[in-house]
């Protein structure tokens, strides 16, 4: 078993826990992933991991309640053990040699977007970052990020803190002033990385996008998370998360990741009642 030590509401149903798991976090590295299994018999979940300390041996996942699974996880407190924590999985995002980048989070896009900020920082590399979210209260992260980054840029949906707008409506501008790149980095809901990649495309800022949130079981084996790049088929879990978002195709993407919708819908009813 795993132990959670710490359990923190981060927002409405948005929740992250700490927890023991010292070969994981000996070799966590930004962008990648564990697979959780909450207890004997239930399904496994991918989860990016959100932050890791080698020494103290302890991984930080930030999950939202979306379906059966995270409902079960959001249930355990502190103390509680999480049956399989397998991991890190995934490859890890290339972050050297770049001098300043643009990240860019949307909603819980924000958790995955963390380490890979904090990485870049710790490296001496510039950054500027864009947080969006629907409302005030939905925002996660925001004095973690703020002091790990030059500028902090935060958008509401609802305008009810920060800019009323979206993180697109900024990134424009700082483009359009003739702010200059060596990369957008972009994580959080499938048609923000859209949004961003067209703006960034005219601009010619390369830009990278993880695809983890089409992830279903993170194996390679339930053929959920493929996607078009350039033309080819791609796996999320093993090729990716991380993927050049100008040769995504979002919009088969964003057809296939409704299509499990219905079935979610029916078991978090079953177990309602
Ligand atoms: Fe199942 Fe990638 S999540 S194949």
Known sequence: MYRILRKEKLAPGIWLMKVMAPFVARRAMPGQFIILRVKEGGERIPLTIADYDRQEGWVTIIFQEVGLTTRLLAKLNEGDGILDFVGPLGRASELDGLKRVLCIGGGVGVAPLYPQVKYLWEKGTSVDVIVGARSKEYLILEKEI???????????????YGRKGFVSDVLKELLDQGNVYDRVIAI????????VSEITKQYNVPTVVSMNPIM????????????????????????????????VDFDEAMRRQRMYREEEQHICKLMEK
């Open 216 to 247: 279903v079981d993170g194996t390679g084996m339930c053929g959920g998370c493929r996607v078009t790049v350039g033309g080819e088929v791609r796996y999320a879990c093993v090729d990716g998360p991380d993927f050049d978002g100008h040769l």
């Open 146 to 160: 703020r002091g790990i980054c030059n500028n902090l840029y935060i958008t509401t949906d609802d305008g009810s």
């Open 188 to 195: 959080g809901p499938l048609i923000m990385m859209k949004v």
